[in-house]
């Protein structure tokens, strides 16, 4: 392997870790990670209006990996895992960090990165009205995505889609994407 | 016709169309993975109803939180409300969102500026 992939979580870890997985991402274990989350933003009374956008701009991001996520390279470690993913969330100073891992063909890597520039370079007013646009104009794909979770995600922050790409293999690059949700926006 | 009537679970609203009064609900969390299973008989149902509504459809959308891929599928709703509206019947949206919730507000106005319905957002103070 290349790189490890787990480090690139651990590295950055300054803040308060609440939840941290990696393995599948099916249904089940986007219920769990929901719950798990939800469970800790009460027990830690989190206002109700940061609490309620990292919640949805977590179920997105679960549901990012969930639906469009490319299947895992031969040879890595989990094989088991059809739809393979890392997710970390943390308290950190004035909100928190949502990091999501997963792999993409890196013939697919141009394609959704041309999407996440044109969402980066666009205003806010600009975002809202494409989330507009895409909700009243694209179907839901064969994957089952909207095509709405990236603009939904950067429209409810207000912040920048920070992300990279490192490189695994011939084929495949490991995408990441580290959310900020702020908690006065 | 038959009334919708579907309970809640931690991902999918509690659902009540009634055709005898009109009044439609959908209520609580809207996040499933596949949102157009949930949606897809409510969309139907709406269809049937279409054809001989009421003089005035009231429809209470009360929503905690809803995904992206359920935002597509409640515009489909919404889409056979406007016909039936447009069909010269009354329709009525009341959109809820509890106060600090500007999201859920944002998205409401999202909906009345893409359909033709007259929506009322209604904030909800605990």
Same mark, same amino acid.
């Given at each position: ?135 009243n104009h694209q179907?839901i794909s064969a ?43 | ?7 809640? =679970? *931690?991902?999918?609203? #509690? %659902?009540?169309?009634?055709?005898? !009064? ?8 809207? &996040? ?19 054809? =001989? *509504?009421?003089?005035? #459809? %009231?429809?209470?959308?009360?929503? !905690? ?8 599928? &409640? ?52």
């Amino acid at each position: 392997m290349s790189f490890s992939i787990e480090n690139f979580f651990t590295d950055q870890s300054n803040g308060n870790v609440i939840l941290f997985y990696k393995g599948n991402v099916d249904s089940d274990a986007i219920n769990n990670v929901l719950d798990e989350v939800e469970e800790k933003l009460l027990r830690v009374n989190e206002q109700s209006k940061l609490r309620k956008k990292v919640y949805n701009v977590l179920v997105e991001s679960l549901q990012n990996l969930y639906h469009h996520v490319d299947r895992v390279p031969e040879g890595f470690e989990d094989q088991s895992a059809e739809k393979y993913g890392i997710v970390e969330v943390k308290r950190v100073e004035k909100g928190y960090k949502i990091m999501t891992g997963n792999f993409v063909k890196t013939s697919n890597v141009e394609k959704l990165e041309e999407k996440i520039k044109r969402i980066n370079r666009s205003t806010h007013e600009e975002i809202k009205e494409l989330y507009k646009f895409i909700l009243n104009h694209q179907r839901i794909s064969a994957k089952g995505g909207g095509g709405l979770g990236l603009v939904d995600i950067a429209r409810k922050t207000g912040n920048k889609l920070d992300y990279s790409f490192r490189n695994y293999d011939d084929n495949y690059s490991f995408f990441f994407l580290n959310i900020f949700v702020n908690e006065e926006y | 016709m038959e009334p919708i009537i579907i309970e809640g =679970t *931690p991902k999918t609203p #509690t %659902v009540r169309f009634d055709a005898t !009064e009109g009044i439609f609900e959908i209520k609580g969390r809207s &996040i499933p993975e596949n949102s157009v299973e949930f949606y897809k008989p409510l969309v139907d149902w709406l269809d049937s109803y279409r054809e =001989t *509504p009421l003089d005035k #459809t %009231v429809v209470n959308i009360r929503l !905690e939180y809803f995904n992206t891929s359920s935002s597509k599928c &409640i515009l489909d709703v919404f889409k056979k409300l406007e016909a039936i509206h447009k069909a010269k019947n009354e329709v009525e949206v009341n959109w809820y969102y509890e106060e600090d919730d500007e999201d859920m507000l944002e998205a409401g106005e999202d909906y009345e500026s893409i359909i033709r319905v007259p929506f009322k957002m209604i904030e909800i103070v605990e």
